[in-house]
């Protein structure tokens, strides 16, 4: 009677809820992954290209991965995180995920965080024009009286146009109650890709390509199956001409691989890891990044190599720590990795 008492109450909180939550224990927003990649492809069909143009002339560039950073009100680690990746000149910023806790203050004080370092980035890369009167305070201080110059490539932005390299993928935290709006909201799409562009020999082009995927709620889902299937991430055009893909690197929230007993395994459905795996081969992947365990894990599976990272979250991860991940590219297509140590504590 007690067991069936028990299994009532569950199914009553289950059906009373604003939640659904699924057979694997994965909270499921109002809006499923199916949903979302639809929107996401739309949008990545439509800005492809046009916001980054990313093209290294020199001998090494590098790029920093976090995750799983649950922002609420203290900023501390993601500002420590976009800090030393200005100091370091590093060409991007991937994070896998779990960016923040979802509450629409949380979600203001991101926005305002990146915006802050869009603002920093925008200082330090490109030369600050000033169109306000020197002797007005607030023109001083307001963003409006500020447009950025890219003389390299002879553009010119304003704030909130400053294609600020900050490249996140979306995790189950991030669309929790609803919140895939306040995420989409700040960066558009969970399913994009983009191009590196690295050397030209003779009548060849090299790329690295990026890769980020929508794994918040632990399944690609059918939609994302067929467009990875359809080619959608990969621009077929490229090879067609000579140009060639030299590494290609992914970024997933959901883990593919248990760190340790302790530890969740991936939550894909069988026939999607798989998927997985065998797609991550055909794509000739360098490394595959994850989030979500909150726990470091390495592994090396079919020549791709797997990093699973720690929560750079000062709740989860109160101490400093290495936390976060530097890979150097050579211009001979090498690479290495380093892990970087986060030092921010909560005051």
Not at 306 to 313: E, G, P, Q
């Amino acid at each position: 009677m007690k067991k069936m008492i028990l299994l009532a109450a569950i199914a009553a909180l289950m059906l009373t809820s604003c939640e659904k939550v699924s057979p694997i224990g994965v909270l499921v927003a109002g809006t499923g992954v199916e949903d979302r990649v639809k929107m996401s492809n739309i949008y990545f069909q439509q800005q492809k290209g046009e916001n980054y143009h990313f093209s290294v002339d020199a001998d090494e560039y590098t790029f920093l991965v976090g995750a799983d950073s649950h922002m609420t009100t203290d900023a501390g680690r993601m500002e420590e995180m976009f800090q030393i990746g200005l100091d370091n000149n590093d060409l991007l910023y991937a994070h896998l995920g779990d960016i923040a806790d979802t509450k629409a203050e949380y979600y203001v004080n991101l926005e305002n965080t990146v915006r802050k370092y869009r603002k920093k980035y925008a200082q330090k890369y490109y030369d600050e024009i000033y169109l306000g009167d020197d002797d007005n305070d607030y023109q001083l201080n307001s963003d409006d009286y500020y447009l950025y110059e890219d003389t390299v490539n002879n553009q010119l932005y304003d704030i909130e146009s400053v294609p600020f390299p900050f490249f996140p993928v979306v995790g189950n935290h991030d669309i929790t109650h609803n919140g895939w709006a306040l995420w989409s909201n700040i960066f558009h799409s969970s399913f994009y890709s983009f191009y590196v562009y690295i050397a030209t020999e003779g009548n060849n082009s090299y790329y690295d390509h990026f890769i980020f995927l929508d794994t918040a709620n632990g399944t690609l889902g059918q939609e994302q199956v067929d467009l990875i299937e359809a080619g959608v991430l990969e621009d077929k055009w490229f090879e067609e001409n000579g140009i060639y893909t030299r590494n290609t690197f992914v970024f997933s929230h959901t883990n593919i691989f248990r760190p340790s007993s302790l530890q969740f395994a991936s939550t894909f459905p069988r026939e999607e890891t798989l998927f997985l795996l065998n797609q991550f081969v055909k794509w000739n992947a360098t490394i595959v990044f994850c989030g979500h365990v909150h726990k470091w894990d390495e592994q090396e599976v079919g020549g791709v190599h797997y990093l699973t990272l720690d929560s750079m979250s000062e709740r989860n991860s109160p101490e400093p720590g290495d936390y976060l991940v530097r890979v150097h590219v050579k211009r001979d297509g090498s690479i290495t990795w380093e892990r970087v140590h986060m030092n921010y504590t909560v005051k």
